[in-house]
């Protein structure tokens, strides 16, 4: 082998290890997003993936080397061709879907800020929500001052909350069993801790932070689902009924105004979860990444020697 041939050759196995390396990359992200940060998964077939590719250029490599019965061979290298491009296909969703990421930030980190906002949304919801019950029914317990009758159900509920006829009766029980618990201290605390973790949600989002990505829909469907549970659970303990006079009567419209918290789907868990095939970006990456990883086999010098063969009626045919 000629120097100009080893140095081909050095240089085409550094290419196709920088190869691997992306491949080992690609894959590992790719998968990565698509799991939602299933980090032993996606390293385990970051790895499958760079050990097959690497098996198969071992053979294509050996295979074109061969200087014997080279009609055989020539058939096997064909095979081996045809199965590396399967394995390159079947595996190009996990570097396309990284690439994919990669080049759509604006959209993705545009899905991350609603998620944060929408996380906002749900407090300030609520606190109108309750803001407006208890203004509700503080105008219709207004109207038992000057009732002439209370209905049965209304006597119940008056009697179970110790409301009496006066003024001062109804801002009590507004002010310290429904304002304080609703929109005091006890939701201030709450507010306080989701304030600080949609904060921090968001700075995940403007910092584009490639690793975090997946925990950041972990923690908006996290924090999302306990916000809900608990202003949900909240809101229900308040029982603050609408009351409204019928004529001169008292009547309970109905007996709780519950607010039930839902949380909006994760807008980014299903834009880091789709695979974009048409990304024109992604399968050049992908043609190149093989590309590199196949430098090894395309410069292979394949062997001068002529397979002899002897037959008894014709005599050497080369």
């Not at 760079?50 to 050996?62: E, M, P, Q, S």
């Not at 950041?216 to 229900?236: D, N």
Request: aromatic letters at 12%; charged letters at 20%; proline letters at 2%.
């Amino acid at each position: 082998m000629t120097v100009s041939e080893q140095r081909n050759n050095w240089l085409a196995n550094a290419f196709s290890v920088v190869g691997f390396c992306l491949l080992a990359v690609a894959t590992f992200f790719g998968h990565f997003y698509l799991s939602l940060g299933a980090l032993s998964g996606s390293i385990l077939w970051a790895a499958l993936a760079v050990a097959i590719g690497l098996f198969l250029l071992y053979l294509l490599v050996v295979v074109k080397q061969k200087d014997t019965d080279l009609r055989r061979w020539h058939v096997v290298e064909g095979i081996l061709v045809g199965i590396y491009v399967a394995f390159a296909v079947l595996t190009v969703k996990w570097p396309l879907h990284f690439v994919s990421v990669l080049t759509n930030k604006t959209e993705l980190q545009s899905a991350g800020r609603e998620d944060v906002q929408s996380l906002q949304r749900m407090m300030a919801d609520y606190e109108q929500f309750e803001c407006e019950a208890i203004d509700r029914t503080y105008m219709g317990l207004m109207g038992y001052l000057n009732c002439q009758s209370v209905s049965p159900e209304a006597k119940v509920w008056l009697n179970n909350m110790k409301i009496e006829c006066s003024e001062e009766s109804i801002e009590r029980f507004l002010n310290k069993t429904q304002r304080e618990p609703l929109l005091g201290k006890s939701y201030s605390g709450m507010k306080q801790t989701w304030d600080e973790q949609t904060r921090w949600l968001g700075g995940v989002v403007e910092s584009w932070s490639l690793f975090r990505l997946p925990y950041f829909v972990t923690e908006v469907k996290q924090t999302g689902a306990q916000m809900a549970k608990a202003l949900t659970e909240l809101s229900a303990s308040a029982q603050l009924p609408v009351m409204s006079l019928n004529g001169s009567r008292l009547e309970m419209a109905e007996s709780n105004q519950v607010l039930e918290a839902v949380a909006a789907e994760c807008q980014l868990a299903k834009k880091i979860q789709t695979v974009h095939y048409g990304c024109v970006w992604g399968w050049l990456v992908w043609f190149v990444l093989h590309l590199l990883i196949l430098l090894s086999y395309f410069l292979t010098r394949r062997s001068d020697r002529v397979s002899i063969k002897y037959t008894p009626d014709s005599g050497t045919v080369l």
